[in-house]
């Protein structure tokens, strides 16, 4: 198993990015839950390399499962421990998922400030069927909400979504 480090958690906070989208990628997946080997298989096989690298510069440990579970699960989680942004969530990782939080983000940021674009949003995550299509529009929300709420707001945003995705489809994205 592998678990986040502390210099991890620095570098997985809003506004904190010195690593490249798939070294931040695994960071967000190394969640001391997945094993080793499924994330070593990620980027076509890339994953190894990207793993330890990771270890070599100190944003992941190898551990045993029990030891992972005892760091994994601390009794409470504050937002700032957890990434500042809305409450930990420990459900399964889908595109369902994920579409719902896109729906939620555009209904507190953009409803009362600009109806239209929040319609506009709605519209478009109902008609995103695809993968692809649900990201682009993703993309535009995170990059609508940096222009209104700034960039350390997107970037928690961003995060959060990551976390709520499909490795697989993180994976495409990066």
Known sequence: MLTR??????ELKPG?????QRERSLLLLA??????????GL??????????????????????????????????????EEGGHGDQFA??????????????????MFARRDPVLAQRYRDALRQAREPAAMLAVGRALISDIEA?????????ISERLARLLPATLLEQAA
């Open 43 to 80: 980027f076509g096989g890339a994953g190894a390399t990207l793993i330890e690298h990771l270890i070599e510069q100190g944003y992941l440990v190898r551990t045993s499962p029990r030891t992972t579970v005892a760091k994994a699960v601390p009794a409470r989680q504050t937002p700032s």
């Open 31 to 40: 969640d001391g839950k997945q094993d080793e080997e499924g994330l070593a």
């Open 16 to 20: 904190s990015r010195t690593l490249g």
């Open 91 to 108: 459900g399964t990782r889908s595109l369902a998922t994920a579409r719902m939080f896109l729906f939620d983000i555009s209904e507190r």
């Open 148 to 156: 209104l709420a700034g960039p350390s707001r997107a970037d928690g």
């Open 5 to 10: 480090t502390e210099k991890a958690k620095e």
